[in-house]
């Protein structure tokens, strides 16, 4: 619960344009584990969906990986 304590504070600025930057601020996939560990998965793919849509179109490696981790974890 901790760790949505303290992604609740960024995703109360509204401003996950900025604050949710991959590759420069990551915490999206720490809260997918945090939801998956707690069993609400369907709130774990809808932030895995956001962390997806935020990621570059150009790429970036740390984002994928951790992007593709917290989707096999829910297979």
Known sequence: MGVLRATEAVRATGLLAAGGCPGIFNWRDIEADALIDLGRLDDAERALDE????????GLASADLGLARCRAILL
Not at 51 to 58: G, K, R, S, V
């Open 51 to 58: 962390l997806e849509a935020a990621i570059p179109a150009t």
